[in-house]
């Protein structure tokens, strides 16, 4: 073929060789093979989708590392309400031997009492500002010492509320029993009233959940009183009502509501893995083997029940131990799964990371490799187009 | 053979020579010039008389110059050049939408990441305030990612749309360039001559008007006739029939033919198919594509926002605000939400409850009613942009290369070399010089002839 001009081809040579030095000086100095979505558009997408796995493995991490403090605050809690019932238990044994007079008896309760007191202490443990055994309710204690009375603050004695004064649309009220470690709540529809809140306290007593004697009526100073012998504690938002507050000297001794809720809470760690991050103060210290029932009847008993009455409530505190060591295998159980969920994580993000690199990313050495035989090809064009370039037949006439 | 013949033959040789030295010098100054097929002297032999039975040659005969095309390469060159700039046109404006959907922490994937972690997060600890507020700030991020990708995409279009008539200018200047020389191309046609340099005029013309967009030529003796692919007219004659712009309703440059048809979706190659392409097809597919992707995925949110409980109690309001049609959802979502305490995290009003955050966390992996989840979505619009940023730019690169044999077949036949002209020129000049001696010789022949009959006297 004959050929008129060298100079495009030499260009166009040298213009692609550049390129290449180019591309190769940005791989060594980026350490990527993908700098853009075009240079492999495949691997940028699958990026998206691993850049997101990574975010979320670290955040499965971080929920680890802030669950693991909270479980093991709740463990420890257990611990020592093991520990207590344990000394409660001694106490008890050594109170219902026929030999203790009434007066160590009493000493003995009191110091059952100290330990009730502990007991429910842990029960409120709070870890950041989160009650850990309060169910999803999280932010007020979950135990409080209930009361026979409660009266709301609305009424007055010129105006007195009546059982025909209707509740707010939507309010709730709830009365948490001390005895029977159970919660009623009402929830208030449009047109409901203090009646109907009424026959709903009736149909509790019945059902067992609040205790026999429950009540609910006008007292004289025209306010609802929620009356219970065995203690409650209770809450409304109606503001009809008004706050629902404790009446003076009414509270219970050892007696302690629960009004928290049962709520699970479950907390992902994971891409199908997820654990449960709470124990529900009513399921560990009232229902089964009521640990703060049996607490209170121990106390009962050495105050004024006979040997074998002690005897039976110290039995009643072992299985309340044992039920509150069953409690915990889960616990312990999840906690476990949290350093092993972890660890898994953490290779997780080496993978990732793996995967990331040998998508987008290039081997240091490929890349030398790569910039050493670019800038070799490029030297060789230049060198080409210096020599070639020049060259006409006018060089050689005279 | 009389003295007066061989000096007619020697003047012949003079004038031929001097025309091919003329031809010469004119290719070496065009060397250089775009467009230009390099020219060669045409040269017969004279006709041969007859002198008392025997054949005389009567010299050389300068016939005139043809310039050295092959139509065929020329044509080629035209076609790869619309699709070069096709392409070049295409790339140009996906290397700047493509930035907007790389990874970094402004892209859609990153922010509608960090909107699960904050989420998860929010689950881990769902009285934190300040995971609540990092759950409405990481949602607020999202939005903006989605109004600046789909702002990218827009101000790009508006872009394109403008230059639309840009092209449009170019393309009725070059026509009306064309037309002015088709009369007198069709004069040196008809008298049987050789376009010339007039020829190279209107290739170069061509082929300045094939990088605009797809023309093709019909050579007539009388005219040439240029139309775009489709068949509308651009240059009949002499005649320059110009295209026309006109805006639609929505703000896009329409182009007409003379006769004032809608050819916008008929026009192909060039910078101008190029742009329009990249307007009207690439452009819309990619917003629509993230208009559905901003609009499903605020639905899905918003969804599993109302049936969770809020921090008061209540159900679930509205998190995104988004349009009630697709289109323009990604322009618009924004976040409606202004109070962390009301994402419904729970599923029973209470303080701590988290009932609801599952919920959240599966709409990243839960199929959109496009039938994938948002994160695979989002990918599959990367993959998409990756690939038609990669496919437009090997196109450019396969044109230039392709482009640059053609160019090579181009000058292999029209082309100027240096080297062969400078040894035509050292041709010419010594033939000049030869028949300069001749003429002299028989100059000096004459003077000796006119001498003969003063000689003896002296």
Same mark, same amino acid.
């Given at each position: 073929?004959? %050929?008129?001009? $060298?100079v ?10 550049q390129?290449?030095l ?16 075009? !240079? !492999? ?5 699958? $990026? ?9 493995v ?30 409660a238990?001694?106490l ?5 031997t ?5 007066e ?11 330990i009730?007191?502990?007991? %429910? ?21 979950p135990?409080v ?22 509740l ?62 065995? @203690? ?26 629960y %009004? ?20 529900? @103060?009513?399921q ?20 004024? @029940?006979?040997?074998?009455?002690i005897? @039976? ?18 616990? !312990? ?30 081997n ?7 910039l ?17 370039l020049?060259?006409?037949?006018? !060089?050689?006439?005279? | ?76 060159i ?66 903006t990612?989605?109004n ?20 449009v ?21 008809? #008298?049987?001559?050789?376009?010339? /340099? ?14 605009l ?13 240029l ?18 712009? /006109? ?22 190659? =060039? ?38 409980t ?10 995104? #605000?988004i349009?009630?049609?697709?289109? =323009? ?43 994938? #989840? ?29 482009l ?6 181009? #000058?292999?036949?029209?082309?100027v070399?240096?080297?062969q ?5 050292i ?8 028949a ?10 004459f003077?000796?002839?006119l ?8």
């Open positions: 073929m004959r %050929v008129a001009n $060298m495009p081809d030499m260009q166009y040579a040298m213009q692609q060789s390129q290449a180019s591309t190769a000086l940005q791989q060594v100095s980026t350490s990527l093979r993908v700098n853009q979505l075009s !240079d !492999d558009p495949s691997a940028s997408a699958i $990026m998206v989708t691993s850049l997101a796995e990574s975010a979320n670290d955040q499965y991490t971080k929920n680890i590392s802030s669950l693991q403090s909270k479980m093991q605050t709740a463990d420890a809690s257990l611990n020592s309400v093991v520990t207590s019932l344990n000394s238990i001694t008890g044994t050594s109170g219902a026929g030999t203790v007079n009434s160590n008896k009493a000493a003995i309760a009191t110091q059952v009492q100290s009730l007191s502990a007991v %429910v202490g842990q029960a409120n443990t709070e870890y950041q500002g989160v009650y850990v055994f309060g169910g999803s309710e999280s932010t007020t204690p135990f010492q209930a009361s026979t009375t409660y009266t709301s603050a609305q009424g007055s004695s010129t105006v007195p509320l009546a059982m025909t004064t209707p707010t649309p939507n309010s709730t009220t709830t009365i948490s029993d001390a005895s029977t470690g159970e919660t009623m709540s009402f929830h208030a529809a449009a047109g409901d009233t203090i009646a109907n809140l009424e026959t709903a306290i009736n149909t509790a007593v019945t059902a067992g959940t609040l205790s026999p004697g429950t009540s609910a009526t006008i007292d004289a100073s025209g306010n609802l009183s929620i009356n219970s012998s065995g @203690g409650v504690v209770v809450t409304t938002n109606a503001t009809t009502l008004g706050v629902m507050t404790a009446s003076l000297s009414t509270m219970v001794a050892n007696a302690y509501a %009004v928290g809720n049962s709520t699970v809470d479950s907390v992902q760690i994971g891409e199908s893995t997820s654990v449960k991050t709470n124990l529900p @103060g009513n560990v210290f009232t229902s089964g083997a009521n640990v703060i029932g049996s607490l209170n009847g121990l106390i009962s008993a050495l105050q004024s @029940g006979s040997s074998t009455q005897g @039976g409530a110290t039995t009643a505190i072992t299985t309340a131990l044992n039920y509150v060591s069953e409690q915990r295998v889960p616990l !312990d159980s999840t906690i476990s799964q949290l350093s092993s969920q972890e660890s898994y994580l953490g290779q997780e993000t080496i993978t990732l990371t793996s995967q990331q690199t040998a998508l987008v990313g290039i240091i050495a490929e890349a030398a490799t790569n050493s035989q670019a800038e070799l090809t490029n030297s060789a064009v230049l060198a080409a187009a210096a020599k070639v020049p060259q006409t037949l006018l !060089d050689y006439l005279k | 053979m009389s003295l007066g013949t061989s000096l007619s033959i020697g003047v012949q040789a003079l004038n031929a020579e001097s025309g091919a030295l003329q031809a010469t010098n004119n290719n070496i100054a065009n060397s250089n010039t775009p467009g230009y097929s390099r020219q060669t002297v045409l040269l017969d032999e004279g006709t041969p008389t007859d002198n008392g039975g025997i054949s005389e040659g009567s010299g050389v005969v300068l016939e005139g110059f043809q310039s050295v095309r092959d139509e065929l390469i020329q044509n080629q035209q076609s790869e050049t619309q699709a070069q700039s096709s392409a070049n046109a295409q790339t140009a404006s996906l290397q700047q939408i493509q930035p907007t959907f790389t990874t970094s922490t402004q892209d859609i994937g990153t922010q509608m990441s960090a909107l699960f972690t904050s989420l998860s997060s929010l689950s881990a600890d769902p009285t934190n305030s300040t995971n609540r507020q990092a759950v409405l700030t990481a949602g607020q991020n999202l939005a990612a989605f600046a990708t789909s702002s990218v995409l827009t101000t790009q279009q508006l872009s394109l749309n403008a230059k639309v008539t840009q092209d200018s170019k393309i009725n200047s070059l026509t009306q360039e064309i037309a002015a020389l088709s009369p007198q191309l069709a004069e040196l046609k008809s #008298s049987g001559q050789d376009g010339g /340099t007039l020829q190279d005029q209107q290739n170069q013309l061509v082929l300045q008007l094939s990088a967009t797809n023309v093709s030529v019909t050579r007539t003796e009388g005219a040439d006739t139309t775009t692919g489709n068949g509308t007219p651009l240059v009949v004659g002499s005649e320059s029939q110009g295209l026309q712009t /006109t805006t639609a309703a929505n703000g896009m440059v329409q182009v007409l033919d003379s006769n004032g048809a809608n050819v916008t979706s008929a026009l192909s190659g =060039g910078d101008l198919g190029g742009t329009v392409e990249m307007r009207d097809q690439t452009i819309p597919s990619l917003l629509n594509h993230l208009d559905t992707l901003a609009n499903q995925f605020g639905t899905a949110f918003n969804a599993v926002q109302s049936s969770g809020d921090g008061y109690g209540n159900a679930g309001s509205q998190f995104f #605000s349009p009630a049609v697709t289109a =323009g959802s990604a322009a618009a979502i924004s976040v409606s939400m202004t109070d962390p305490t009301e994402i419904a995290a729970s599923t029973d009003g209470s303080t701590g409850g988290n009932g609801n955050m599952a919920s959240f966390s599966a709409l990243q992996t839960v199929a959109l009613p496009s039938g994938q #989840s948002p994160t695979s979505t989002y990918a599959n619009l990367v993959d998409q942009v990756g690939s038609l940023t990669a496919n437009a730019s090997a196109e450019s690169g396969a044109t230039t290369a392709s640059l044999q053609l160019n090579d077949q181009f #000058s292999s036949v029209s082309g070399s240096i080297d002209e400078s040894t035509n020129l041709t010419y000049q010594t033939a000049y010089e030869a300069a001696r001749v003429v002299t010789t028989i100059q000096a022949l003077q000796v002839t001498a003969m009959g003063t000689a003896s006297a002296e």
